[in-house]
C-alpha cells in the first residue's frame, strides 16, 4: 500500500482498527519525513496529515524517533523481500541477475519515496538508524552470495565481496538514474546495468 492509498479520505476522528490505524500514520508519517526530511519533520505535520489529533499519534508511536524506525523497518524489510523475491523468481542465472537488478530500480522509482528514508536517511548519525541501514545492505547482500556460493562453489567471503558489489552497483545506479530524471525508462536502465553485472558474475564457472 502507498503513503497516498495509506492517507486519503480519511477525515479526523473516524474510528479504525488499531492495525488500519497505524498503517494509515506510518503512510502520513512517510509523506512528512520523504518530504521534509527527520529533523524538519513535526509530529504535529504527521498527525495533521493523517487527519488524527497528537494524542491518537503518540498513542501509537511514543516519540518521532519510534515512528521513523517503524517506518524505517518496513521499508527495509521491503527492499530484503523484493531481492529476495527477485532472486527465487527464476533459476536461470541471467534472469536472476536482471530481475534482482530490477527490484533495485523498482524500489527506487516507487512514487512514495521510502527509499530516501533506507538509502538518503538525515538521521544516519543514529545508531539505530545506522544499523538499520547497514543491516538491510548486508541482508540483500547475503542472499545474493548464497546464491553465488550455492552456483560457483566460491568460498563464502569472495562470494559476499562479489554480492556486496552487485547490490551497491545496483542502489547507486537506480538512485543515479532516479535523480538524473529518468532519462531512459526504467526497463532498459535496469537491463543495461544487468547487462555489464552479468558480462562479469558469468565468468565464474558454474561449480561441476
Known amino acids: 500500500m502507498t503513503a497516498t492509498e495509506q492517507t486519503e479520505a480519511r477525515p479526523r476522528g473516524t474510528r479504525l482498527p488499531r492495525r488500519a490505524r497505524r498503517n494509515q500514520l506510518l503512510g502520513a508519517a512517510q509523506e512528512v519525513f520523504v ?11 504527521i498527525a495533521e496529515r493523517a487527519g488524527v489529533s497528537k494524542p491518537v499519534l503518540y498513542q501509537h508511536f511514543p516519540g518521532k524517533l519510534d515512528l521513523y524506525l517503524a517506518l524505517l523497518d518496513q521499508h527495509c524489510e521491503a527492499l530484503n523481500q523484493a531481492v529476495r523475491n527477485a532472486l527465487e ?23 512514495g519515496g521510502a527509499f530516501r528514508l533506507v538509502f538518503e536517511s538525515d538521521l544516519t548519525n543514529e545508531p539505530a ?31 559476499m565481496l562479489l554480492a556486496v558489489g552487485l547490490c551497491g552497483m545496483a542502489q547507486i545506479t537506480a538512485r543515479y538514474w532516479l535523480s538524473s530524471g529518468q532519462p531512459i525508462p526504467r526497463d532498459a536502465a535496469s537491463k543495461l546495468i544487468s547487462s555489464l553485472s552479468w558480462r562479469g558474475i558469468a565468468g565464474f564457472p558454474l561449480q561441476g
Open 35 to 45: 518530504r521534509a526530511g527527520y529533523h524538519a519533520a513535526a509530529m504535529d505535520d
Open 129 to 159: 538508524v545506522r544499523d538499520r541501514v547497514d543491516q538491510v545492505s548486508l541482508d540483500c547482500a547475503e542472499a545474493v552470495s548464497e546464491v553465488i556460493t550455492e552456483d560457483t562453489n566460491l568460498p563464502p567471503a569472495q562470494s
Open 89 to 111: 523468481s527464476t533459476s536461470d542465472n541471467k534472469q536472476r541477475v536482471a530481475a534482482t537488478m530490477d527490484a533495485y530500480f523498482a524500489y527506487v522509482e516507487d512514487e
